[in-house]
């Protein structure tokens, strides 16, 4: 089994469905990300979790909501999907500290397309 | 303000030929640097990283990068590239007081026989 495993790999929606994204983790990690890829833009940080009861946002939260359940587990909601929110989007985790606090661990990506 | 660069959008070479890609960053502290690669429909996958110490490191699959402080740089190598290489390749850097990595907008890889 994969260290981080995301759920649903794919998903297609109409807008203002509200979508949840989730990602488990065995790696025994404290902190937990969410990154929206779009192509020509790279990666940019949704919200990010230090443990469960330490959740912030990242740069382009608005429109997302997070709940971290458990250490190793983080799900991603839109609350009210649109359009502009098709993007490809991974969960990643890492150590609490040190440099291992930077390399992240990824997951395979879920793919989420707003119609 | 802290940012990652990298100059090539898309990158072609030939199957045998070799590979450097750029990654310039514009950071305050002293940087821990990364190089992750994206095969198609995968996740991203660490290549190699830098904390300290010399400054050329090796990765897996046969890569390499050397960080040059003067220039701001953290150009990735490869001396024989393999079709296998075609991705798209991420550019990182974080710090030891860092809550988040910031990460270059990438650079595809094609490789042709």
């Known amino acids: 089994d994969a260290d981080v495993t995301q759920t649903p790999r794919n998903r297609i929606t109409k807008t203002g469905k509200r979508i949840m994204l989730e990602c488990s983790q065995t790696k025994g990690h404290d902190r937990m990300y969410w990154y929206r890829q779009d192509p020509g833009l790279g990666l940019r940080l949704i919200y990010y979790s230090f443990d469960v009861k330490d959740i912030n946002k990242g740069e382009i939260s608005d429109g997302y909501s997070v709940s971290r359940q458990a250490q190793a587990k983080f799900s991603l909601s839109l609350e009210s999907a649109i359009p502009n929110q098709t993007a490809l989007y991974f969960c990643a985790t890492s150590d609490r500290t040190g440099p291992g606090a930077n390399v992240l661990t990824f997951g395979a990506g879920s793919r989420l397309t707003v119609l | 303000a802290q940012s990652v660069t990298q100059p090539d959008i898309h990158i072609t070479v030939s199957e045998g030929a070799s590979l450097e890609l750029r990654c310039n960053y514009s950071y305050g502290a002293t940087p821990y640097l990364f190089w992750y690669v994206q095969s198609p429909g995968q996740g991203l996958q660490l290549l190699l990283k830098y904390f300290s110490g010399d400054t050329l490191v090796q990765g897996i699959k046969g890569f390499e990068a050397e960080f040059k402080r003067s220039q701001s740089s953290f150009n990735l190598r490869k001396p024989s590239v393999h079709w296998s290489d075609a991705a798209e390749y991420f550019c990182?850097?974080?710090?030891?007081?860092?809550?988040?990595?910031?990460f270059g907008t990438g650079t595809r890889l094609q490789v042709f026989p």
């Open positions: 990182a850097v974080g710090s030891y007081n860092t809550d988040k990595l910031i």
